[in-house]
């Protein structure tokens, strides 16, 4: 159908999402899209993810305080620092595109620390999300889902957005997800022969 | 034409899961498309992270939000 309409390359995807084994995302698409009005500066929607990345830290921080569990305790440590590593990531994209911009400190005040990746809220999310806050194995599979709905999100934000720049911020952003979602399944895989 | 006309009855080659997991992991974004040709409640139940909706039904009337220059795989 594509290539009759001169699309260039076209694949089906074998077996379809059934055969697909990598991270998936659920919801419409429509799905927390009002979290950005689609006409964001590259900046403004810098702040947006960074918003995003700080408040996970601050969910995986604030599970790790609750945790008597040890081993618990420390992933959710290195989890939070990932978080951070990717808040620096953003900081210097930020630095790239408006090297004369308001400081660092400037920049992070107005970030909005009430949503994290992927668009969720933090209390509900720990409300809904209670019982798979206790154990390893599950507190990874959740972290996979929250990068999976973020690098959803993040392309999807690209495709609402009317600002060219914007875009191309955005797939980078999503582009550095895809990474974190690689590092997360090593890591999974690794407590899973541990 | 008859190029075109070939390229209709071309069928589109085949991706293997793990290769397709590979292209998306190593392709920056923007630079293809990942189709979800499903319908919506598919969709909204399990979908690959990033891919574009366009349900069959509607795909020949959606063709404009489609880059036809980027390789496109198809689910």
């Known amino acids: 159908m594509l290539l009759g309409q001169g699309f260039k390359e076209v694949y089906n995807l074998a077996g379809g999402i059934r055969a697909w084994e990598g991270a998936v995302a659920q919801g419409p698409v429509e799905l927390n899209l009002d979290l950005v009005r689609g006409d964001e500066t590259p900046v403004e929607i810098i702040k947006v993810a960074y918003g995003m990345e700080k408040t996970l830290g601050g969910f995986y921080r604030r599970v790790g305080d609750q945790t008597a569990d040890a081993e618990l305790g420390r992933l959710l440590d290195t989890l939070a620092s990932i978080e951070e590593k990717h808040k620096q990531y953003l900081m210097e994209l930020y630095l790239s595109v408006e090297p004369s911009g308001p400081p660092a400190e400037e920049f992070e005040r107005d970030v909005d620390s009430t949503v994290m990746e992927g668009g969720f809220r933090t209390d509900e999310f720990i409300r809904t999300n209670e019982r798979f806050l206790k154990s390893v194995p599950d507190v990874l599979d959740l972290s996979m889902m929250l990068e999976a709905q973020a690098l959803d999100l993040y392309i999807r934000f690209s495709q609402k957005t009317a600002n060219e720049e914007t875009r191309a911020i955005l797939s980078r952003i999503a582009d550095e997800e895809k990474g974190h979602l690689t590092a997360l399944g090593r890591l999974r895989d690794k407590q899973g022969r541990g | ?75």
């Open chain 2, 1 to 75: 034409m008859l190029e075109k006309l070939k390229k209709m009855f071309t069928p589109a080659g085949n991706m293997q899961p793990e290769e397709a997991r590979a292209y998306l992991n190593e392709h920056p974004e923007g630079t293809f498309t990942l189709l979800d040709v499903r319908q919506p409640s598919e969709y909204d139940s399990s979908h690959i992270p990033g891919a574009t909706l366009i349900p069959l039904p509607r795909l020949s009337d959606s063709y404009d939000r489609l880059d036809p220059e980027k390789p496109v795989i198809v689910y």
